[in-house]
């Protein structure tokens, strides 16, 4: 919980307390290039751990399939972020890099495996912790749906949102599975 809590304030603190960067139109990942490097790449390797950690701990006390299953998702999101900590991204306008090419591959991995391992372990606890990881997921991918279809320019801010969601729900998986145990 202490990991995935971690990058989560990172980015907080970093949208709300620095200048040079727009929180609504820039992507988070940007803070790990230039003056915020260490703040940020560090709170990628910790949340990477806290996921990887979250995995283990699920795939070692959950009974469900359905949340086993759900908990194995996340060991490839946290491999993705652990992996964004060394490959940062490259910079909206700059030259690709080999890098930024890693570091965006780590970030589709992550955003794609981190939700479907949600709602697989939502499953698994069942009922009304389901239906509130459903609507929480789909609340943040229609932030990132309306931005893209409605040419909006806030990819920062449906990033952002999305990444509360997904680690909100983390950190409520990994209270539950701690109650459980």
Not at 60 to 70: E, Q, Y
Not at 114 to 125: C, T
Not at 171 to 180: D, K, M, Q
């Amino acid at each position: 919980m202490a990991g995935i809590g971690y990058l989560g304030l990172v980015i907080l603190l970093l949208s709300l307390f620095t200048t040079g960067y727009s929180p609504i139109t820039q992507v988070a990942s940007d803070y790990g290039v230039g003056t915020y490097a260490i703040e940020m790449n560090a709170g990628f390797l910790v949340a990477g751990v806290g996921t990887i950690s979250l995995a283990a701990v699920g795939l070692l006390s959950m009974v469900r399939r359905s949340a086993r299953a759900g908990s194995a998702l996340f060991f490839p999101a946290g491999v993705a972020l652990v992996l964004n900590a060394f490959y940062v991204t490259d910079i909206e306008g700059a030259v690709s890099t080999v890098h930024g090419t890693i570091h965006g591959i780590g970030g589709v991995v992550f955003f794609l495996t981190a939700p479907v391992a949600l709602l697989l372990v939502g499953y698994g606890f069942g009922g009304r912790r389901f239906a509130l990881t459903v609507l929480a997921i789909a609340l943040g991918v229609s932030s990132l749906v309306l931005d893209s279809v409605m040419a909006l320019d806030v990819s920062g801010l449906a990033e952002r949102m999305m990444i509360l969601v997904l680690f909100s729900c983390m950190i409520l998986t990994a209270l539950s599975i701690l109650r459980e145990a």
